[in-house]
């Protein structure tokens, strides 16, 4: 598979899944549903609050373009069709069923986490809480790269997907609930994306990313 292809996919899945985001939050605006306000939970609660935790979740951004870079044709394929039902699944959701959380404010200091979370909250939703297309993304990129024939780079991903969403939650961007929501949307769209694999891209990711 060309680099070009390769991008072709990347722009694909994820772009599918900024397309629905931004619009599904553009007509929450047109019409008259208020959000719900999601409660915090024990887990939420032991999980300080951090300014600094916008880098480990930032860094979402660099995992999904490496993951559709360096897996298997097969698993390009598999990634892109995954995201993009999990962006119909949660673009659904937010549409029926639009929620938000109380947003701790953001201190006024001049350091690089604050100012790039400042910059963030320009940029995000605050009606598209559930389910967390954070957390379903992370999942599916994990999914896609844990390979038994690569144990260090499989340890890497887990490792990188457990510490994003401890980020998800320490900077508040989601709570454990929609967090939660969102990994099971992740781990049902990769399981109905894999049923539109061929036969022969199915050998390819079989067994590692099967559900």
């Not at 990347?10 to 939050?25: E, I, P, Q, R, T």
């Not at 008259?32 to 979402?60: C, G, K, N, Q, V």
């Not at 998800?168 to 894999?194: N, P, Q, T």
């Amino acid at each position: 598979m060309t680099l070009l292809t390769r991008l072709f996919y990347l722009l694909a899945g994820w772009g599918s899944v900024g397309l629905v985001y931004f619009s599904s939050d553009w007509l929450q605006g047109q019409g008259a549903l208020l959000p719900h306000i999601l409660p915090e939970t024990l887990i939420d609660r032991a999980i300080a609050y951090s300014d600094a935790a916008i880098w480990l979740y930032l860094s979402f951004f660099i995992l999904i373009p490496y993951t559709y870079l360096v897996v298997s044709p097969a698993r390009v394929r598999w990634l892109a069709r995954a995201m993009a039902v999990s962006a119909l699944i949660c673009g659904l959701v937010f549409l029926l069923y639009p929620t938000t959380l109380a947003y701790p404010p953001v201190g006024d200091g001049m350091g690089w986490s604050t100012q790039m979370l400042r910059m963030l909250q320009t940029m995000d939703s605050t009606q598209n809480c559930l389910p967390s297309l954070h957390g379903a993304l992370t999942l599916l990129c994990a999914w896609a790269l844990f390979e038994r024939e690569r144990p260090m780079r499989s340890l890497l991903a887990v490792l990188l997907t457990l510490g994003i969403c401890y980020a998800i939650i320490a900077l508040r961007r989601h709570v454990s609930i929609d967090l939660g929501a969102g990994l099971l949307v992740g781990l049902a769209s990769g399981a109905l994306a894999k049923m539109r694999v061929s036969s022969a891209d199915r050998r390819d990711i079989s067994p590692e990313i099967a559900p």
